[in-house]
């Protein structure tokens, strides 16, 4: 079974920026996605970005495009997550997840939490207005 370990989490300022980190482990998948998930309290998780193991190929939910980036090191087996001009409305706990499906799969409102193959444990983002 796939391990994901995020960090990189913290405490920002509004317009701040961090980058978090997901490396993986024991993904046995030819292909696969990474995607970034977003859980606010009181709220339901929320897919933020994913990469195509395949081609790279990235993808962003609207209210992050053209503030975060998703890339990947493949010789770390990592993911990151740039995340720049913060906002208060992005403070949640981040999660990483893979699948060896698409991202389509993966960032698809009618794929369940349990539907993804494995998921991280998490990290903390706060955000101060």
């Known amino acids: 079974e796939a391990q994901l370990v995020e960090s990189g989490g913290g405490l920002v300022q509004a317009g701040g920026s961090l980058r978090l980190s997901c490396t993986f482990s024991g993904v046995t998948f030819a292909d696969y996605a990474i995607g970034w998930f977003r859980q606010a309290p009181g709220n339901k998780r929320e897919g933020v970005s994913c990469?195509?193991?395949?081609?790279?190929?990235?993808y962003y939910t609207d209210s992050v495009k053209g503030r975060f980036t998703i890339s990947r090191d493949r010789t770390e087996n990592t993911v990151y997550l740039q995340m720049n001009d913060l906002k208060p409305e992005d403070m949640a706990d981040y999660y990483c997840?893979?699948?060896?499906?698409?991202?389509?799969?993966?960032?698809?409102?009618?794929?369940?939490?349990?539907?993804?193959?494995?998921w991280g444990q998490g990290t903390q983002v706060t955000v101060s207005s």
């Open positions: 997840a893979v699948d060896h499906r698409t991202c389509w799969f993966v960032l698809s409102r009618f794929t369940r939490e349990s539907d993804i193959a494995s």
């Open positions: 990469i195509d193991s395949s081609d790279g190929s990235d």
